[in-house]
Nanobody
Framework: QVHLVESGGGLVQPGGSLRLSCAAS????????MGWYRQAAGKQRELVAR????????????NYADSVKGRFTISEDSIKNTVYLQMNSLKSEDTAVYYC???????????????WGQGTQVTVSS
């Protein structure tokens, strides 16, 4: 099994910054991708940012939601199996529960499984 631990959420004023972290642990053959999603009240969960770290993808490839481009940066530490989301110039519309997602190959057979973090609340308000 894979266990994800998120941290870094909280309350911040508009224009402020936060850094989210998500550490994956467990018996993992390889991590293929890591990402962040968010879900605001009354809305569907949406992709915020994603980074490729293995498998059949190009290592380091990233993609971002248009609404966060230029403000958010995703990065990862392969040794620690940890993904980060640096969020700058935060806006009230960034308020949501943020979830990390890790796509892994557990046994080395090429089958991929997705695991979700428990979610961390980010509130942007004055």
């Amino acid at each position: 099994q894979v266990h994800l631990v998120e941290s870094g959420g909280g309350l911040v004023q508009p224009g402020g910054s936060l850094r989210l972290s998500c550490a994956a642990s467990g018996t993992i053959y390889s991590v293929h991708a890591m990402g962040w999603y968010r879900q605001a009240a009354g809305k569907q969960r949406e992709l915020v940012a994603r980074i490729s770290v293995g498998g059949d993808t190009n290592y380091g490839d990233t993609n971002y939601a248009d609404s966060v481009k230029g403000r958010f940066t995703i990065s990862e530490d392969s040794i620690k199996n940890t993904v980060y989301l640096q969020m700058n110039s935060l806006k009230s519309e960034d308020t949501a529960v943020y979830y990390c997602l890790v796509r892994v190959d557990l046994l080395g057979y090429g089958d991929e499984s997705d695991y979700w973090g428990q979610g961390t609340q980010v509130t942007v308000s004055s």
